[in-house]
């Protein structure tokens, strides 16, 4: 189903110094989707947390590691776009690699970025709810295409209304006045480390953070932009 029509969801997982970040949540929205989509015979949390370590056991992965996790509908009894054919259960696939934080696939965190502003506009939920993890990204695709033709490291996507929503891969805070903002979570996926940006400005940072509209000259007039 994963191959046929992107019926799956997924989440990307980090390990660092022998810890596995925000494992809890990664796992707990991996299940929300699944459900959202009505997979069926859905496995529990015990069972992919064991799949996970076990995998990164046999390969002694303890850091600088990555792991794409994909839960699909399951294996098709033919083919058909038709869940009534996925008469199996679920498929959960473990897909480990070293990979250290700044390599060729993520962001240079000492040079920082560029970015350009994508033709194509963020999905609302009554198309395609980015709310679920679902692997259904060729929303996100196509923008991240026109950012490698443009020499960008990614795209600036817009919501239906023209304001900002994230980028194509990732979620996006700018800074005015020395306060955090970034855009309500009405057409992207609020991420998991976008709700601990989020915690440490309004808790111990004391420096505040808005979710608000954000139009996109006032990403082109911020004093400071950075993505999560």
Not at 31 to 57: H, Y
Not at 94 to 116: Q, R, S
Request: proline share 4%.
């Amino acid at each position: 189903s994963t191959v046929q029509g992107g019926d799956a969801v997924w989440e990307g997982i980090r390990i660092y110094d022998g810890r596995v970040f925000q494992l809890h949540a990664k796992i707990l929205r991996l299940l929300r989707s699944a459900k959202a989509l009505g997979f069926e015979r859905i496995p529990c949390a015990d069972t992919i947390r064991f799949a996970l370590f076990s995998t990164l056991r046999a390969n002694g992965m303890r850091t600088d590691t990555h792991v794409r996790m994909t839960l699909s509908r399951g294996e098709k009894s033919t083919s058909s776009m038709n869940p009534c054919f996925n008469v199996y259960g679920c498929n959960l696939i473990v897909l480990a690699e070293w990979k250290v934080p700044g390599d060729a696939t993520t962001y240079d965190n000492n040079a920082g970025i560029h970015l350009i502003t994508a033709s194509h506009r963020r999905n609302a939920p009554h198309f395609n709810d980015s709310k679920v993890h679902h692997c259904n990204l060729i929303n996100n695709i196509v923008p991240k295409m026109q950012a490698n033709h443009a020499g960008a490291a990614d795209a600036l996507m817009l919501d239906p209304e023209g304001f900002v929503s994230e980028t194509n891969a990732t979620n996006i805070f700018i800074v005015r006045d020395g306060r955090l903002a970034t855009p309500l979570p009405d057409f992207c996926l609020p991420g998991i480390t976008r709700g601990i940006v989020i915690e440490l400005a309004r808790g111990p940072l004391a420096i505040g953070c808005d979710e608000r509209r954000i139009s996109l000259s006032e990403c082109h007039t911020a004093e400071e932009c950075f993505v999560t």
